[in-house]
């Protein structure tokens, strides 16, 4: 009996064993593992030489089931290129032939580009099809439309160029201010604090773009509205990027230095308020150093020689653009009919270390750092914090000073005109 027990308990057990090595083996034919060696999907409007990446980007891979379902394999974060590269999407069933990658134009420390009246991030989604191989390793530049939507290859294209640049102004700043703080630790290392930067075809036509301290809904969160235009001929790759970096350094300064904010006509106009000129001119600056590669050689001197109607606007005046000449007399390595000779980072530097490209780097990297950590409110304030900090030796002296001169400023980096030309009382 014992003998007869056993071996219907061994038929059991063999049969069970059976049983689970075909469902194993049923599932194991019924899936499979897919990898993604590298992706690099980048995107064009009407001319694929043109094409940009989507570089520190958000986005989620998916595939659709069998029902029509939509199934969530994975998400992470492009790389600095704009690449996914090894990522491992574990038991694909083999019924999927394709993944869906859905691309999110921003990410959580930076920010996304946002629509106006759905306040989601845009998105671009790229179907990809299963090689037989199961590895994924594809490069291409594509259009993307949305279904209904008028012109939203255009929409698509527009959107991605403003993440692209908005990626690009960040890691470039990023950059130069960690150099500078390679030169002078006391510079603290940037840390950057994420703000939404919003876009919609058709919504502030023709106007200023605009950083919203309040948000541009007054909902108490800070953001940045870029504004559309009737021609679209308007959104040049400098245009987004200037007006990005621009709007994109008020942020900073309201965050770290709480600069106040101040009505202006334009960036020749007079401003009563020093903060003005000081709050725009600082991230005017910026914007033209960043799209210029750190050179305004060409009007270098513009605040000598300008001559409207007879009338120089900038020497010496409470002018935005004034500001501007005189924060690019602190980092051009070489001056241009100027004859004058300093730039902010000459007594840390041995220059024959250093290329005047990376020179350039450093000074606009202890400048945008020093309008940070100065808290200054105006040109004077930032200045005679500079003057104290970097200005060390007899010769630095002569040589800051003689910025101050050439631009009309005072020894202590005051405005000394008025709007007519006149000398201001104390």
């Known amino acids: ?51 940009v990446s989507m ?11 069998s029902e029509g379902l939509q199934q969530s394999l994975t998400s992470g974060e492009t790389d600095s290129e704009g690449l996914i590269t090894n990522v491992e999407l574990k038991e694909v069933p083999t019924t999927a032939s394709k993944l869906e990658i859905t691309y999110t134009m921003g990410n959580e420390t930076r920010g996304y580009i946002k629509n106006l009246s759905t306040d989601k ?15 994924i390793s594809y490069k291409t530049s594509a259009r993307f439309a949305t279904s209904g939507e008028a012109n939203s290859y255009t929409l ?43 876009y919609e075809r058709g919504s502030f036509v023709d106007v200023d773009n605009g950083f919203y301290r309040n948000g541009h809904d007054r909902s108490g969160v800070a953001d940045i509205v870029l504004s559309d235009h009737a021609s679209l001929s308007t959104f040049t790759d400098y245009y987004i990027k200037h007006a990005i970096a621009h709007e994109w350094t008020h942020w900073n300064l309201v965050r770290t230095a709480n600069l106040p ?3 202006y006509k334009n960036h020749y106009s007079y401003n009563e308020q020093t903060t003005t000129s000081y709050k725009e001119g600082g991230p005017a600056f910026v914007a033209d150093m960043l799209t210029h590669e750190y050179s305004l050689a060409d009007v270098d001197s513009e605040a000598q020689n300008d001559n409207y109607n007879g009338v120089n606007r900038l020497y010496g005046k409470s002018i935005i653009r004034t500001v501007e000449q005189v924060l690019y007399d602190l980092l051009d390595v070489s001056s241009n009919n100027e004859n004058e000779d300093y730039f ?59 910025v101050l001169t050439l631009n009309g400023l005072s020894s202590t980096g005051d405005f000394t005109l008025d709007a007519d030309g006149n000398l201001l009382t104390e």
């Open 121 to 135: 991030p845009y998105t671009i989604t790229f179907g990809k099809s299963i090689p037989e191989g199961n590895v």
């Open 55 to 65: 570089p520190n980007s958000e986005y989620s891979i998916s595939y659709v089931d």
């Open 344 to 402: 902010v980072s000459e007594s840390l530097l041995n220059t024959a270390d250093y290329t005047n490209e990376q020179i350039s780097e450093i000074n606009f990297g202890v400048l945008y750092a020093q309008m940070m950590q100065s808290k200054a409110k105006n040109l004077s304030e930032f200045l005679q914090y500079i003057q104290e900090k970097y200005v060390t030796s007899d010769t630095d002296k002569s040589n800051f000073q003689q």
């Open 261 to 263: 904010s101040g009505s």
């Open 156 to 198: 698509h294209y527009l959107v991605a160029r403003m993440n692209y640049y908005y990626n690009e102004v960040v890691n470039q700043t990023t950059h130069d201010i960690q150099v500078a703080h390679a030169t002078d630790s006391s510079i603290s290392e940037f840390r950057n604090q994420p703000i939404n930067l919003y």
């Open 1 to 51: 009996m014992k003998k007869r027990y056993l071996k219907i308990l061994l038929m059991v057990v063999a049969a069970f064993i059976s049983l689970s090595v075909d469902l194993l083996m049923s599932h194991a034919d019924s899936t499979r593992n897919v990898t993604i060696k590298s992706l690099n999907v980048k995107v064009y409007d009407t001319d694929a030489s043109t094409a």
